[in-house]
């Protein structure tokens, strides 16, 4: 009997012990998305636009595999 109260009373403590880390998520602002002005006004001259300018030949189709192989 001591022993299971021993083991109730350190898992209630650590049950405890999370409750508070638990509720600090949810004091954000709920259904809004951040504001990511600031970031783009500071990381936006660091984006790179890439453009294709040439098409390659398309590759041989991938071969038919049988069930019988592992990568089926």
Same mark, same amino acid.
């Not at 004091?27 to 998305?33: A, C, E, T, Y």
């Not at 294709?52 to 030949?57: D, L, M």
């Given at each position: %009997? $001591? *022993?299971?109260?021993? #083991?109730?009373? &350190? #898992? #209630?403590?650590? /049950?405890?012990?999370? &409750? !508070?880390? /638990?509720?600090?998520?949810?004091?954000? +602002?709920?259904?809004?998305?951040?504001?990511?002005?600031? #970031? @783009?006004? $500071?990381? /936006?001259?660091? &984006?790179?636009?890439?453009?294709?300018?040439? +098409?390659? +030949? *398309?590759?041989? !189709? %991938?071969?038919?595999?049988?069930?019988?192989? !592992?990568? @089926?």
């Amino acid at each position: %009997m $001591k *022993r299971l109260s021993a #083991l109730a009373s &350190v #898992l #209630l403590c650590a /049950g405890l012990a999370l &409750v !508070p880390a /638990g509720s600090a998520w949810s004091q954000g +602002r709920p259904g809004l998305l951040p504001d990511f002005t600031e #970031l @783009y006004e $500071k990381m /936006g001259p660091a &984006v790179v636009s890439i453009d294709v300018t040439q +098409r390659t +030949r *398309r590759g041989r !189709p %991938m071969p038919e595999l049988s069930e019988d192989d !592992p990568f @089926y």
